[in-house]
């Protein structure tokens, strides 16, 4: 081994860290970029040669780039945030609604019905008062009207629900042909022995961003891609470069279903429940209908119960009552046309006697009858059991919400300790290859010093 193998040391020590300072300008550049896992060299002694029957060294040689990457960590993030985009979305969407039930002001559905019972209240004062019987109907129409409300503003985000699912499944979808187009350029770089690594990050944060509209599981191959599978029902999402795809049935306007083509083609109708989209599909198919359904029962047994109880009255024609309200629902709840005036209240109880005040006490007295759930609670303490259902709802949301924020964080805090670019660390790596190229480069002029001294000997 003479002077040119110990200049071709120091070459090669120059070039190793050349590359080894590059890799490390990548990890400051890249400090802040989203998903970014830090990368080093990893060196190891050349293979050695045999002078004059010894073996010396040749010098040093790149192993391999290697980036910082915990797979546990990966697989614990995409369960978490799957967890946080259905949490998120509920949480955010009830809150929303909240305002529909709140009865802070005197003017909501709750006094409206308290109100509506204390108008057939004040009529028992005055059987045959007109104003008193223009209250009634006045009271009747705030009554329906706030029916009517608070059943579009429910049906209004049911629909908004329902529309929300166009943009998620394109998203989706975008997200899923990101992720197989990488897997394709991963395994293509990688067969040519190139670093993947930095496409590798951009892979993994799409997995993680998909993860939040769905649930998903992912497993790495050896050959570097990543196949995704969908949590509900277990279709393959993508395979390889290979990706499946969201679409959305719109037989019924406003009520989409959602259909999945998975990676080999086959098309099914699964249930997403998990995620965003599994958020999303609840509040439109069960918790926000839910809601609806209680305004629909509390609306119908009123109209039921003072129907019932007016009918067995007589109007100031003497005429015996009809109904009072029409439709069966918080949207369809009305004054009945047959009302047509102060006069067709059937307040009296006895025929002839206009002055007999004892169907309109009989009215008033049903806000007080348990006739909701069952037998087991008025008007009143039904709608205020609502309203308290509602606010532990939200309430409910919003605390999973920040537990879930909360872990998330405490993930990602893992994962940024573990693949996170430390600066103090890259600069103290950078001195380090600094002095080591210099260190090569004074190798190559010693080496270039000790062959002049030679030649010159020679001449």
Do not use: C
Request: proline share 2%; net charge negative.
């Amino acid at each position: 081994m003479g002077l040119s193998a110990a200049m071709e040391i120091g070459k090669n020590g120059l070039n190793i860290y050349s590359v080894a300072t590059e890799v490390t300008s990548e990890n400051i550049a890249n400090v802040n970029t989203p998903g970014y896992s830090r990368q080093r060299v990893v060196l190891e002694s050349a293979p050695p040669t045999t002078a004059n029957g010894f073996p010396l060294g040749t010098g040093v040689k790149i192993s391999t780039v290697e980036r910082y990457y915990d797979g546990l960590l990966q697989k614990q993030l995409i369960n978490a945030q799957s967890t946080q985009g259905y949490d998120t979305t509920k949480s955010t969407v009830l809150q929303q609604i909240e305002p529909t039930f709140n009865e802070v002001s005197n003017d909501g559905l709750g006094a409206a019905i308290s109100n509506f019972f204390g108008a057939w209240q004040d009529l028992t004062l005055n059987p045959a008062g007109s104003a008193e019987r223009q209250a009634v109907l006045s009271r009747t129409q705030i009554l329906t009207d706030n029916f009517k409300a608070v059943s579009t503003t429910l049906t209004d985000s049911i629909n908004t629900q329902n529309d929300s699912l166009v943009p998620l499944t394109d998203s989706i979808n975008a997200t899923l042909k990101n992720i197989a187009q990488l897997n394709g350029q991963i395994k293509t770089t990688e067969l040519v022995s190139g670093n993947a690594n930095e496409i590798r990050d951009q892979r993994d944060q799409l997995i993680r961003d998909l993860s939040q509209q769905i649930g998903i599981t992912a497993k790495e191959n050896s050959d570097g891609t990543t196949d995704v599978t969908y949590a509900d029902g277990g279709a393959a999402l993508v395979t390889g470069a290979t990706a499946g795809s969201f679409s959305l049935d719109k037989t019924l306007p406003t009520k989409f279903v959602v259909t999945l083509t998975d990676t080999s083609g086959a098309v099914t109708a699964p249930t997403p429940t998990t995620g965003q989209l599994g958020a999303t599909v609840a509040l439109r198919d069960t918790i926000i209908p839910g809601y609806r359904d209680k305004v629909d029962a509390l609306a119908s047994t009123i109209a039921t119960t003072v129907n019932d109880q007016h009918k067995l009255g007589f109007d100031q024609s003497g005429s015996a009552g009809g109904n009072f309200f029409t439709g069966t629902t918080a949207a369809t709840i009305s004054l009945d046309a047959g009302i047509t005036g102060t006069d067709k209240i059937a307040a009296s109880g006895t025929l002839g006697l206009l002055g007999d005040n004892s169907n309109a006490l009989a009215l008033a007295q049903l806000q007080n009858q348990k006739v909701m759930s069952g037998n087991t609670a008025t008007f009143g303490s039904y709608f205020t059991g609502l309203v308290s259902s509602v606010g532990l709802d939200v309430q409910s949301a919003k605390s999973t919400e920040t537990q879930d924020i909360a872990f998330t964080k405490q993930l990602t805090t893992l994962r940024e300790s573990n693949s996170g670019v430390s600066l103090d660390e890259e600069l103290t790596n950078l001195i380090k290859y600094q002095r080591s190229y210099q260190a090569s480069s004074k190798l190559i002029t010693t080496a270039t010093e000790m062959m002049d001294t030679v030649i010159a000997m020679i001449r």
